[in-house]
T-cell receptor, first 112, second 114 residues
Framework: DQQVKQNSPSLSVQEGRISILNCDYT??????FLWYKKYPAEGPTFLISISSIKDKNEDGRFTVFLNKSAKHLSLHIVPSQPGDSAVYFC???????????FGTGTRLKVLA | SQTIHQWPATLVQPVGSPLSLECTVE??????LYWYRQAAGRGLQLLFYSVGIGQISSEVPQNLSASRPQDRQFILSSKKLLLSDSGFYLCACHSERGGFYEQYFGPGTRLTVT
C-alpha cells in the first residue's frame, strides 16, 4: 500500500519557467511533509518542509503548498534552473512515530 | 549539524555471498537511524529503523538484517545475497528541533549482486 504517491515519474520544464511537482497521500495521520532533491549516486538533500498547521511555506525559489482536505501537496520552483534537474521525493511523517514514508519520486529536467 | 558516513561507496558481490554495510553518524547523540534502498527506477524503500542501541524495527520481510551495536553505528547485513538485493542503499538520521523534522542522508552505497 503506497501511502505517499508521486504520480508523475518525469517532468520537463523550460529554464526560467515554473516547475510544479505533485504529491498525494492517503494517511490522514501524517502531519509533517518534506521535499528532497536527489542527484544520481548521491544521498537525498533536504529542500523544504511544511507542517499540517500551515498551507504554505516558502524558501527562496521553493514554495510548498499543502491541501489537507485533498491530501495533496505540491512543490513550486520559480524560476527553474538547469541545476534543478534531479529526482524530487516527497515524504510524510506522523509526529512521534519517527517513520518517514517516501513517494516514488519525480525526475525533473530543466531545459536550457 | 550531523554528518553521516557510509562505506563502501560501491560494492559488487556474487549471489550467495554475505554483506555488511556500515553507517556511522557524527554530531549528535542517541539518533534515530534508518536504512533505505532505492532500486533502479524506483523510490526510497524503508528497510529498517532504530530508535536506540539494540532496537531495530523491520519494515519489509527479506533476507536482510540490521544491527545497532553502538549509539552512532548502524549496520546492514545479509548472510546470502540475492540478485534482487541490488540497489542503492542509504543510511539516514532523524533530526528534530522546535517542531521541525528532517532526515539527513549519507552518500549511499551502490550494491550490485552478480
Amino acid at each position: 500500500d503506497q501511502q505517499v504517491k508521486q504520480n508523475s515519474p518525469s517532468l520537463s520544464v523550460q529554464e526560467g519557467r515554473i516547475s510544479i511537482l505533485n504529491c498525494d497521500y492517503t494517511n490522514s495521520m501524517f502531519d509533517y511533509f518534506l521535499w528532497y532533491k536527489k542527484y544520481p549516486a548521491e544521498g537525498p538533500t533536504f529542500l523544504i518542509s511544511i507542517s499540517s498547521i500551515k498551507d504554505k511555506n516558502e524558501d527562496g525559489r521553493f514554495t510548498v503548498f499543502l491541501n489537507k482536505s485533498a491530501k495533496h501537496l505540491s512543490l513550486h520552483i520559480v524560476p527553474s534552473q538547469p541545476g534543478d534537474s534531479a529526482v524530487y521525493f516527497c515524504a510524510a511523517i506522523t509526529s512521534g512515530t519517527y517513520k518517514y514514508i517516501f513517494g516514488t519520486g519525480t525526475r525533473l529536467k530543466v531545459l536550457a | 549539524s550531523q554528518t553521516i558516513h557510509q562505506w563502501p561507496a560501491t560494492l559488487v558481490q556474487p549471489v550467495g555471498s554475505p554483506l555488511s554495510l556500515e553507517c556511522t553518524v557524527e554530531g549528535t547523540s542517541n539518533p534515530n537511524l534508518y536504512w533505505y534502498r532505492q532500486a533502479a527506477g524506483r523510490g526510497l524503500q524503508l528497510l529498517f529503523y532504530s530508535v536506540g542501541i539494540g532496537q531495530i524495527s523491520s519494515e519489509v520481510p527479506q533476507n536482510l538484517s540490521a544491527s545497532r551495536p553502538q549509539d552512532r553505528q548502524f549496520i546492514l547485513s545479509s548472510k546470502k545475497l540475492l540478485l534482487s538485493d541490488s540497489g542503492f542503499y542509504l543510511c539516514a538520521c532523524h533530526s528534530e528541533r522546535g517542531g521541525f523534522y528532517e532526515q539527513y542522508f549519507g552518500p549511499g552505497t551502490r550494491l550490485t549482486v552478480t
